[in-house]
């Protein structure tokens, strides 16, 4: 994907944006566009809608409530105002250092502090074999090619629509320890996307998180 910074940035410094919206048919109904591609095809929205049912870490119920109208139009308010209250950790999301080193955490090292140029860009997306999760033998396998900086992951949790089902399933697919210290150790990577709630597997969620954002430049998205 490519992406131009300048009108990004230009956004980043305002408090609040106005988007004149454009509707669906052209006829009068009002449905709004909720595209996944954009322009000419050079960006795509990967992103995941949030919703009540979308799973969350560890629980068999989902997300849940999220959303909520305190003032409404229809009661007699000027205007419809929302408030929204939510993990960010949830859905489509990215990992600052400090989510898994105290130190870091400490210092400030937030998702305001990852380089938009790392998030933004070209992307690899690879189909990972479906019978086993992302070892240090998967990786090489895969034949990545030397430079590629930004590489989402396909795998079987796709296949099983594993984001389609609130129950949190620890079965997913996701890198293992020894996957995730080839990756560091052989590739050019910078970012890394998976297709449900952990890059890493459940088994070793959290040592393997260690090895891939202890240098502070690698993110993982998912």
Known sequence: MTIKFKPLLLLLLCAEVLIIPTF???????I????????????FDISHRYTPDMPFWSSP????????????????????????????????????????????FD??????T??????NGPGLLIDVPRDKNITAEVMESLN??????????RTLNTDRRLMSKKEFDT?????????????VENTDIKLIGID???????????????????SRVRKTVR
């Open 144 to 153: 990545i090619p030397k430079g590629a900086r930004r590489v989402l992951f």
């Open 24 to 30: 669906g048919r052209g006829d009068g109904a009002l």
């Open 107 to 112: 210092a400030g090292f937030d998702v305001d």
């Open 61 to 104: 119920d989902g997300l849940g409530e999220f959303l909520w109208l305190p003032r409404s139009m229809k009661n007699g308010s000027l205007a419809n105002k929302s408030e929204m209250k939510l993990p960010t950790h949830t859905g489509t999301h990215v990992d600052a250092p400090g989510h898994v080193f105290d130190h870091y």
């Open 171 to 183: 079965s997913f697919v996701g890198l293992t320890m020894d996957g995730a210290k080839w990756l």
């Open 196 to 214: 449900y709630l952990s890059v890493t597997a459940y088994v070793d969620v959290i040592p393997s998180h260690h090895v891939l954002l202890e």
């Open 32 to 43: 709004p566009n909720r595209r996944e591609v954009y322009g000419d095809g050079r960006i």
């Open 114 to 119: 990852l380089d938009l140029e790392t998030l």
